[in-house]
């Protein structure tokens, strides 16, 4: 099975500063999804952004961009000018193109500072 | 768009009685997804139905845990007896047969065993 793997177990950013959260996953197959979700104190994880491997351009949603390092296996969330709404447990997780299967990583807490 | 509905949001019940979950997905969303996530840690899969056939309950504690999708729309998740280990948030979600797509959660139901 594939596996996902968040080395930053928490994390902390003043507000409207830049933080970097990290992920690596292990995986033999070469087609791929992989994704970024957020997890409130709602706990409703709601997915924040989006990689298909075949593409070579890192995805960007407003404030938040991808690193995706496919030969690294590496693929880090960038969030810019971090906000309170921000704070959150964020989840990676891959998904095979050719299953339906999700992995997700252990999470990374993210602390915003005002 | 109706999002996936589960009830209850809270349980709390003495270890060795019995208790079920709801879930109502997302309307013609052909996967479902049951997954355990006790606190700190990733989502862990513990059944995955493609319309109303099993696809994966290789995780589920089948002593004690059971799952059926009535007719490929709602699911039911039941503990029974449960043990204090099963103390954690249970996620359900669910995604289009196909395609480049994330999965898409509902709020979860936590449950404490005491």
């Known amino acids: 099975a594939q596996t996902v793997t968040q080395s930053q177990p928490e994390m902390s950013v003043q507000e409207a500063e830049t933080v970097t959260l990290s992920c690596t996953y292990d995986?033999?197959?070469?087609?791929?999804?992989l994704f970024w979700y957020k997890q409130p104190p709602s706990r409703q994880m709601i997915l924040v952004i989006r990689q298909e491997a075949y593409k070579q351009q890192n995805a960007t949603e407003n404030r938040f961009s991808v690193n995706f390092q496919k030969a690294a296996k590496s693929f880090s969330l960038k969030i810019s000018d971090s906000q309170l709404g921000d704070a959150a447990m964020y989840f990676c997780a891959y998904r095979s193109a050719s299953g339906n299967q999700f992995y997700f990583g252990t999470g990374t807490s993210l602390t915003v500072i005002p | 768009e109706a999002g996936v509905a589960q009830s209850p949001r809270y349980k709390i019940i003495e270890k060795r009685q019995s208790v079920a979950f709801w879930c109502n997905p997302i309307s013609g969303h052909a996967t479902l997804y049951w997954y355990q996530q006790i606190l700190g840690q990733g989502p862990k899969l513990l059944i995955q139905?493609?319309?109303?056939?099993?696809?994966?309950d290789s995780q589920l504690p089948k002593d004690r845990f059971s799952a059926e999708r009535l007719k490929g729309v709602d699911s039911t998740l039941k503990i029974q007896p449960a043990k204090l280990e099963d103390s954690a948030v249970y996620l359900c979600?669910?995604?289009?047969?196909?395609?480049?797509?994330?999965?898409?959660f509902g709020q979860g139901t936590r449950l404490t065993v005491v």
């Open positions: 139905f493609q319309n109303n056939g099993v696809v994966d």
């Open positions: 979600a669910s995604m289009p047969y196909w395609g480049k797509t994330e999965a898409f």
């Open positions: 995986t033999s197959e070469s087609d791929y999804y």
